[in-house]
Every structure is written in structure tokens, then in C-alpha cells.
């Protein structure tokens, strides 16, 4: 079944029920001029290469850490009272993989917004999501979406953008 719903004038989702979860699907969530300065302002930032588990990653890139004009636009775009916010710009190498998991029980909401093309990128019960620019998916945490990532055909950037609750353990990445 899929429903199109409005969401603050800005933001066409589609949810999708995929098994038993609740994907939603978003696109043209920030403007263009916005990334483009993300590329330009990350050009020189590290990328990762990711074997399994995202905290292989030795190169996190946490967005609240820099001045940089467009990181800060998104650092205020998605505060919001569902939780604490934590917000990651992700470059990941073409060949970068994940092993499918359920989030941490911390974790009240998962969002990943796409800036880059990629043939396929994170995948639920029902296989893998299209990576096209200024499109993404939520969930709201229930433990039970299962999700991961299938090697990456080329490198991939976007941001994942996470609310927890107070039981978050490193509070150091939190806006």
C-alpha cells in the first residue's frame, strides 16, 4: 500500500509498508544551493570505508563539529523535540558494506538523506532503496527494521540524521 502525504510544505513523502515496517520515503528535502555547498565545504574531508559495522569507520564526519555554512543550515533544519539530534555527513567508498542490524534501542528515529546517485544503496526486508540526490528514507525505531547495505558499485555521500534519547552513550556526537 502506498499513501503521498505533505509534510511542512517542503517535504512529499510516501510511506511504504515493507513487511512488517514502516519505511517512509522523502525526497527535495533540502535545497539544491545547500548541496552543492555540503560538496564543496567536504571536499577535503575524509572518506571512510565501511566493513560491516558503520563504527569501523575511523573518518566520522559528525556535522555539529564545523563552521561551515551549509553543515550548520542542516544542524538547525533538523532540530526537532523528538530527541537529541545527531547528525553524520557520510562518504563512503565504493565497496563499502554493512551487515544487516536493527538499530540500538537509544535510537528514536533513523533518517538517511542521499546526495549522491547510486544504483542501490541501504536495504530492507525487501531489498535494496535507489540512492538518487535529495531523497531518503525514515523510520521510526521499533527494533524490528531490519537493515543493511550491500558492497557499494561506487562511492556514495549522505547524511544520516538520528534522534535518540537520554541513553545515548557518546554524547560527544550529539548537536
Request: proline letters at 3%; charged letters at 25%; glycine letters at 6%.
Amino acid at each position: 500500500m502506498i499513501y503521498s502525504i505533505g509534510l511542512k510544505n517542503m517535504i512529499e513523502e510516501t510511506i511504504i509498508f515493507m513487511n512488517k515496517m514502516k519505511i517512509n520515503t522523502i525526497q527535495n528535502i533540502l535545497p539544491l544551493n545547500i548541496i552543492d555547498d555540503i560538496f564543496h565545504d567536504s571536499i577535503d574531508l575524509p572518506w571512510g570505508f565501511l566493513e560491516g559495522k558503520r563504527t569501523d569507520n575511523k573518518n566520522r564526519i559528525w556535522m555539529h563539529e564545523y563552521d561551515y555554512a551549509s553543515f550548520q543550515y542542516c544542524v538547525h533544519k533538523f532540530q526537532s523535540s523528538k530527541g537529541k539530534l545527531r547528525l553524520e555527513l557520510c562518504k563512503d567508498k565504493k565497496g563499502s558494506w554493512l551487515e544487516q542490524h536493527v538499530d540500538d534501542v537509544a535510537k528514536i528515529h533513523t533518517m538517511q538523506i542521499y546526495l549522491t546517485d547510486a544504483p542501490a544503496s541501504t536495504y530492507f526486508d525487501n531489498g535494496p532503496t535507489e540512492a538518487k540526490v535529495n531523497t531518503g528514507w525514515w523510520f521510526d525505531n521499533t527494533g524490528t527494521e531490519l537493515h543493511g547495505l550491500e558492497p557499494l558499485k561506487s562511492d556514495r555521500i549522505s547524511i544520516i540524521i538520528n534522534y535518540v534519547n537520554d541513553k545515548w552513550r557518546d554524547q560527544s556526537v550529539l548537536c
